[in-house]
Nanobody
Framework: VQLQASGGGLVQAGGSLRLTCAGSGRTSNIYAVGWFRQAPGQERELVTHIMWRNGNTYYADSVKGRFTISRDNAKDTVYLQMNSLKPEDTAVYYC???????????????????WGQGTLVTVSS
């Protein structure tokens, strides 16, 4: 399985970006996809998560109401629509695939086996 993240860039505070995570290979191995972000000097944190089959979603409190995760099963692609961006959203964003069928949202990065290469989001004030 390969994941390719794209869509990052520089945007002013209050602006929007859409990130894309395109999967290839044996994507049937993936039960859930998470978007993580890592700012300089900080831990990688789970921002949002979607279950591949039923579409159930999770959002960190810091992004609720501003970010929306969605999937296109036919294209093996997950999107992250980010609105009302803030300078504190600045980070490298990674998509990650979880191959374990869980009854809970895995928030630790170590739970994810497949990773995209990361895309930088910079929000200027």
């Amino acid at each position: 399985v390969q994941l390719q993240a794209s869509g990052g860039g520089l945007v002013q505070a209050g602006g929007s970006l859409r990130l894309t995570c395109a999967g290839s290979g044996r994507t049937s191995n993936i039960y859930a996809v998470g978007w993580f972000r890592q700012a300089p000097g900080q831990e990688r944190e789970l921002v949002t998560h979607i279950m591949w089959r039923n579409g159930n979603t999770y959002y960190a409190d810091s992004v609720k109401g501003r970010f929306t995760i969605s999937r296109d099963n036919a294209k093996d692609t997950v999107y992250l629509q980010m609105n009302s961006l803030k300078p504190e959203d600045t980070a490298v964003y990674y998509c990650a695939g979880d191959r374990v069928r869980r009854q809970y949202v895995a928030k630790m990065s170590s739970s994810y086996e497949y990773w995209g290469q990361g895309t930088l989001v910079t929000v200027s004030s």
